[in-house]
Each structure stands twice: as C-alpha cells, then as structure tokens.
C-alpha cells in the first residue's frame, strides 16, 4: 500500500524500494508518447541493476500490456544498446545484465503473432533491421574488445536472445556475422574453464539454427577451422563440464566405491562450489531422488551441440580429446570425465523426453570419435581410470584395477545402457546407436587384431538378456517403428562376435562363454524369429547361424550327458564346445565383420528434437 510523504506531499510505497526499480517501474507504466530524457537512462544504467526485481515487472506484463506500451520497450532497447556500444564501465555490464533478463522474459510471452508482435514490441517494423542489426553488432564488439566478464555477460545475452527467439526471425541477423571464432577464443581465455560452456553452448545454437532450421544461409564458420589451442581449450571445458553434470547425478545418491569419494581423485579443485553438487545429508528418500533424478542432466549438456560438430569434423579434436591426459593428480582426463558422465546418463535415460535426447546426442558424439579408425585404435590403447554409474542394479563386477582401455570402459557402459533402459515402449533409436557403438568397437577390434581384457561374458549376458526382452514383450513392441531393424542389428551383432571371437577375446575361457550362453538361449533366439518375423529355417542368415550353433551344442552336450544323472561341470562343458568347434556350420565361421546397418540411425528428425532441448536448456542457463 502507498502512503503521501508528510515532507512532499507525493506517494511512496510503505516498504523501501531501490531507485533503480522505481525507474523500471516507470519504464513500463501505461503512458502513451512518454519519451524519458538522456538522463534516464544514464542514471539507470549506471545504478547496479535488480534483476530479480526487472523479471518479476516484465513477468507481471502480459503480452497484450507490452504491445500497448511498446514505445517505451523500443527506447529501453536502443538506449541499452548505445549503453553496450560506448562500452564505459560499469553501463556496460549493466545494459548488458538488463538486456539478458529483457529478452529471457519478453522472447517467453504467448503472443497472437509472435513475429510481428515481437518485431513491433523491440523496434517497430520500419525500424526493425536497423536496430536488430546494431543489437548484434554491439554484442560482437563486445565480444572481440571487452575484458572476460564483460565478454560473457555478452554472450548470457545473445543466448537470451537466441534460444528465445529461435523460431522467429532474430537468429538470422546473428547468422550474417560470424560470432563463432570470438566464441573460441573466449573458450580459450577464460580463467575458469565451466566458464566456457556457455560459448560453448551459443555456438551449438548458431550453427544447428543453420543446419536444421533454415536453408541457403552462408555457412558459419567450420569447425575444421579450429586450430589447436582452441582444441585443447575446448577440450578443457569438456572435461569440467562433464564432472559438475556426473557430480549432480553423484550428490543426489552417491555410489561411490570404498576406494572413490565424492569430492576425492576425480573431483576438480573448486568444483564442488561452483557446481553446488554436495553429496546430500540425510540422504534422500526414493520419491526425492526420483524428482531429482528426472531433472538431470544439468543444462550446460546443451553445450554438447558444438562437441558433437567438432568431433564429426575435426580429428584434432577428436585426438585432443581422446589423448589428452589429466592436467594435474587432482584431475582425470578430459575423455575420462566424458565416460563417466556418460554412464551415469544412459543409466538414466529413460527417465524422461529430456534425458533421452541428450543421451542421443552423447551416443553419437562417440559414433564419431570411433568412426575415425586412428581415434578408435587410440581409444582401444590409452588405458586411465572410469568411474561408472553403479546407483542402480544388475552392477558391472567391482574392478580390481580401476586404470584399464578406454574401449573397456565404452563396452561397460553400453551394457549398462541396455540394462537399464528396458521398458515395453522401448527407445529404439537409443538401443540402435547402442548396439552401432558395440558393433563399430568390435569390427575395428577385429579388423586390427586387438585382444581387449574385458568381462566379456557381462556383454554376452547383457545381449542374450535382451533377446529374451524382445521375445517375451514382443506384442507391444512390435508396433513400434524401426523395431526390425534392432532386432536385425542385435542378431547381426552377435553374430559377427560368434564367428570371429578369437580375433578380440583374449582367453579361451570368455569364447566359450558366448557358445554356452547360446545354448542357453537357443529356444528364446527361435522364438525371436518366428514373432518377428526374420528368416525362413532355411534361409542364409544371421539367426539362423545363430539358432544352428545353439543346435549343434545342444546336441553334442544331450550325447555326452547321457546316462548320467549329475550336472557337466564347468570343464566338460568347456571341453565340449572346444571339441564341437570343428564341426560348426561353414555359416557360424564366415560372419566378416561390416558397416552396421546402425548407421543410419542418427536421423534429422531426432537431432531436431536434440536442439529443441538444447534451445529450452540453453534460455534456462541465462534465466
């Protein structure tokens, strides 16, 4: 409630309230041809704004109010550009602090003609060029001249601006300049490297708005282009993004190892402030962590967009981040901390739309990165702890050594992936990029020769396991689209181990185990052939080799087993498929490995929907 001062007789609110909210409040009151003087504005942007204060104003304004009083929001605009333009301490911050929360919240409104209405609110029709065009060239001088802080106090704007006005017409005026190279840099310069996700994240926007938004535009600059420093920046940021988004999912149930502590060997110095990923006390109750866990990731995984250009297009990005080793021993290495996020999201991908998408877009960066055949023998070589999800059952064995091949590490966590992920409305694309990644390590294991230590026999039992998902929940899952195709990969995956297992298992012990396990599942790889439909008996194909080995042991195992009334032990049975190797199918020995059917399994349509998650993700950032 007001009262009149007793001194000036003018109205006052009862509670204190800062100059600097009395002068937004008069910005937006109702007054039709009020013009402030220069005056105004150099006192409003001198003064350190209230940017809680600011958004609850615009956030009381509903679209209609803001057309009505769109004289004063144009001059609000203009003068805070000239503000960012003169580039004078502290207006400049300042202008640039107001106009972050300006277009968070005005770019959010339910407006009857977004672009019109948008158009008519910030500049006018006839005037709309003109000023968009100063907006942006305002924030890349900004970009190109001022210190760091003034630097992404810019770019919290342009993210405002973009990821807010990414269905109009705004994001346009940023593609006629090249705002990408400033980005990098600034990647490369800034004194804390989580700095760096948000240029990271506005350059993911500019460039997928060109690639999936419009046609015909000039193309931003390549990331072909980035030299080395700038790799190893980006790199850097990389690896402490990665650490703060796996620690949040860490701080809400910590599964960490006797050996491994929250905060321990894999935390980096002063993250646990910046990333407010304490582990919680008490801990927390199933629906709390459930709540929590559906919120995760974090929004900087939207700067992941640029991760996945660069790693599709430049080998020293890929190199650097795949080699790059541990800046000091309070630090792992960059591609370590990717790993170990990465578990922890396909652990939870199928929590929500969200999570989902950017488990797409973290599967496909590694598609990337293993698709290059010197980077993918780099991953198989470089050996260096992983930490792995463990928050929920059936767990990975405890490793004794935590330090092993990044390739082991990869083969963990897409095991985990289709562990954890099975429901009857089954995310096929997801369970197709998984099985693609299993697909590409091995062929190249195969084609180089290299002998992996791995628990091969979780992988066997992981895949046979899923067989028999897709046998027993076959009714509802036929009808969802592309479901052959992942039932046509899986088979083919097996197969393709079957018959060249001695290529990349590096003991007796785990081939046989694959053989035993076929055995086992002989009448559940049957069953997957009749419900979905995939052979003839009598048709050359990968189940059917499969279907056939299962036979032939079977048979050979009923023989030996005959008259006996105990159970083969362990060694008989080793003994046995040791004995029926040589007499195995021609089929079951002549599965050479090849391009996965899988790589078509990155479509448009879901790295549309990848970027419209980023967009949400990247206002939320700056809101």
């Given amino acids: ?7 000036t007789q003018q109205t006052r609110p009862d509670v204190f309230e800062a100059k600097v909210v009395s002068l937004y409040r008069q910005i937006f009151r109702g007054i039709d041809d009020f013009d402030h003087p220069d005056g105004f504005w150099h006192e ?85 060029d003109v000023v968009f065009a100063r907006l942006v060239a305002a924030l890349e001088q900004t970009l190109v001249r001022d210190e760091n802080s003034t630097r992404l106090k810019a770019v919290d704007a342009c993210i405002a601006i973009v990821s807010g006005g990414f269905q109009t017409v705004l994001v346009s005026y940023f593609l006629h300049r090249d705002l990408v190279p400033a980005l990098y840099q600034l990647c490369r310069i800034v004194e804390n490297p989580l700095h760096g996700t948000q240029p990271l994240t506005l350059i993911g926007l500019l460039t997928s708005y060109e690639k999936y ?63 407010g990923a304490k582990p919680p006390v008490p801990i927390l109750s199933d629906e709390e962590q459930k709540a929590l866990f559906v919120e995760q990731p974090g929004s900087q995984a939207a700067s992941f967009l640029t991760l996945l250009d660069l790693a599709s297009s430049n080998q020293n990005l890929r190199k650097a981040l795949v080699s790059a080793p541990a800046a000091d021993k309070e630090r792992v290495p960059a591609f370590s901390a990717l790993l170990s996020y990465t578990s922890y999201l396909f652990q939870n991908a199928y929590r929500s739309t969200r999570a989902s998408s950017y488990a797409h877009l973290t599967t496909l960066i590694l598609l990337a990165l293993i698709d290059d055949t ?37 083969l963990d966590i897409c095991i985990d992936a289709v562990n954890h992920n099975l429901r009857k409305r089954l995310d096929v694309l997801f369970y197709r990029q998984n099985i693609a990644l299993l697909t ?20 066997w039992r992981s895949l046979l396991s899923f067989v028999r998902f897709l046998t027993s929940y076959a009714e509802d899952l036929k009808a969802l689209p592309d479901i052959l195709n992942l039932v046509g990969d899986l088979v083919d995956l097996l197969a393709v181990a079957l018959a060249n297992g001695e290529a990349f298992m590096p003991d007796t012990p785990s081939f046989d185990d694959l053989f035993y396990k076929l055995v086992e599942s002989g009448e559940a790889l049957t069953t997957l052939r009749i419900v979905y439909g995939l052979a003839k008996p009598d048709e050359q194909a990968s189940i059917n080799t499969l279907i056939g080995v299962s036979k032939h042991y079977q048979e050979l195992i009923d023989e030996h087993h005959k008259g006996r009334g105990s159970t083969l032990s362990p060694k008989e049975v080793s003994k046995i498929i040791k004995m029926g190797y040589d007499t195995l199918p021609v089929a079951a020995r002549d599965a050479h490995p090849t391009n996965s059917r899988s790589r078509g399994a990155d479509g448009k349509a879901m790295m549309k929907r990848v970027v419209r998650v980023a967009v949400a993700d990247a206002a939320s950032l700056v809101g």
């Fill in 213 to 275: 938004e419009v046609q015909g535009l000039a193309r931003l600059h390549s990331a072909t282009q980035i030299d080395d420093d700038i790799s190893h920046a980006v790199v850097e940021v990389v690896g402490w993004t990665c650490v703060l988004l796996r620690d949040r999912y860490v701080a809400i149930l910590d599964d960490a190892p006797v050996a491994w502590s929250v905060g321990g060997t894999l935390s980096y110095i002063g993250l646990g402030a910046l990333a």
């Fill in 374 to 410: 010197t980077i993918n023998q780099l991953i198989c070589d470089t050996v260096a702890s992983v930490r792995l999800c463990r928050q929920r059952p059936p767990l990975l064995p405890t490793l004794l050594k935590p330090s092993r091949s990044y390739a082991a590490a990869i």
């Fill in 440 to 459: 590409r390590l091995l062929e190249h294991l195969i084609k180089s020769h290299t002998k992996l230590v791995h628990h091969w026999q979780e992988l």
């Fill in 1 to 7: 409630m007001d009262i009149q001062s007793p001194l």
């Fill in 44 to 128: 409003l942007f001198l003064l350190k704004p209230d940017l809680a204060r600011l958004r609850v104003i615009l956030d009381d304004a509903d679209a209609e109010y803001l057309i009505h009083v769109s004289q004063q929001t144009r001059e609000l605009l203009i003068h805070a550009v000239a503000m960012v333009e003169a580039g004078n301490a502290p207006s400049d911050e300042h202008a640039l602090d107001t106009l972050t929360v300006f277009f968070s919240v005005l770019l959010t409104k339910k407006y009857t003609n977004p672009s019109s209405d948008i158009i008519e609110i910030l500049a006018g029709l006839d005037n709309a």
